[in-house]
């Protein structure tokens, strides 16, 4: 017991000043809608029917309800969801991101902001 207060005491602290983010982190879902064919398998398996998906057109993802799981991204057949490695924070305004076929994309920075 003793040892251990003193090894700890002498020693770094574990925190890091920008926060500590695990490996197996998920970030936040993105979409790259030139790959989807709009199986909507995505949108049945997300456990928060957070996604909704116009066929042909668009998806979108309801960020406040999105638990980022990552089941969409693992389900998907062509990849067209994917996950930020990096940590975001969590939403805490109801934002839905709508990503449409042939249109510009979000960039990183939009979709991370919310
Ligand atoms: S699972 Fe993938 S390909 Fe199917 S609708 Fe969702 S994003 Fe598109
Ligand atoms: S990460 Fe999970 S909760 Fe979020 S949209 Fe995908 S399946 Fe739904």
Redesign the pocket.
Known sequence: MIIKSLRNLLSLPLTDKKGYVPKENRGKVM?D?E?????????R?CPTSA?T?VKGES?SVERFKCIVCGE?AR???????SMFSDYTVPSRVPVTHTFRKGSEKFSYDEVRKY
């Open positions: 979409w809608m790959k989807c064919i709009f199986c909507r398998l995505c949108e398996s996604i998906t998806q969409c389900i998907c057949p062509t990849h067209t969801i």
